[in-house]
């Protein structure tokens, strides 16, 4: 199964699994499972994704945190940003000059060969109002929610009670989960996750800076910086130095510099 897949064989692999899922004396693992994960979500195939979730549920295979990191933050981010700006490129070139014949379309490097695996990226759009919404598109805010609740249903955690230690999302998972709460434009929930992410570092490390602060920078720098403007949003003062003077304690710098008045 691992070679069909590492050979971007997906309908071989798939056969494969379900011949394993058919067959009670070698059903598939955890492992197996998230090879496939791993594969969809490298190509952002959310509805593949959503399928292994299920057939995971259903066979009785909980899902770890690896498989729920990539269920959640897959959503969020595209695997490759150079295609997406071809996307964007193409569109405005076809919004200004109108659409022409395909044999006279220039070569963005959008087309795949037939029976390579789609990238999970969508369409070009045909219109110029598009690009405005184009990150609708690209991303997906409501599948990322939807997986990060399932999370916590299966870990039989309360989603709002924010001392909970059966689910312990990482610095990741939150970032995801904030950024799709940002788009979704819920910035009670935006924060809601952000003192999940607080609290779970103060238990981690109740009396020094938390190691989860070392190992992802990018993802935590972007965590502040999306909880700081929720808080504005909502014009929660107290909120905002509150998230001010966290960094200050953890030495956190925001990705974009930004006045620090509250």
Not at 76 to 83: E, G, I, L, Q, V
Request: charged share 25%.
């Amino acid at each position: 199964m691992r070679i069909y897949i590492i050979r971007r064989r997906a309908n071989d692999a798939h056969e494969l699994l379900d011949d394993m899922r058919r067959t009670i004396y070698l059903p598939p693992t955890r492992m197996a499972y998230n090879w496939f994960i791993r594969f969809h979500a490298k190509r952002k195939n959310i509805q593949k994704l959503h399928e292994m979730h299920d057939m995971m549920l259903q066979d009785g295979v909980m899902p770890d945190e690896y498989a729920y990191t990539k269920f959640i933050t897959s959503c969020m981010y595209h695997p490759n940003p150079s295609r997406l700006q071809k996307l964007v490129d193409t569109a405005t070139r076809r919004a200004y000059f109108g659409a022409k014949d395909e044999e006279h379309e220039p070569n963005v490097g959008l087309d795949e060969p037939e029976g390579v695996q789609s990238s999970g990226l969508p369409d070009v759009p045909r219109h110029i109002t598009e690009l405005a919404n184009i990150h609708n598109i690209v991303y997906h805010p409501q599948a990322c929610t939807r997986f990060y609740k399932s999370m916590f249903l299966e870990h039989e955690a309360d989603i709002d009670d924010l001392r909970s230690e059966k689910c312990q999302p990482n610095a990741h998972i939150i970032n995801s989960v904030m950024c799709a709460y940002t788009m979704l434009e819920k910035p009670v929930l935006v924060l809601r996750e952000f003192q999940r992410f607080v609290r779970y570092q103060h238990r981690l490390s109740p009396h020094q800076r938390p190691p989860d602060l070392m190992k992802s920078i990018i993802p935590v720098a972007h965590i502040f910086k999306m909880a700081l403007d929720a808080a504005r949003v909502i014009n929660n003062q107290w909120m905002a130095r509150k998230i001010l003077a966290q960094m200050d304690v953890w030495g956190v710098r925001l990705p974009n510099p930004i006045s620090k008045e509250a």
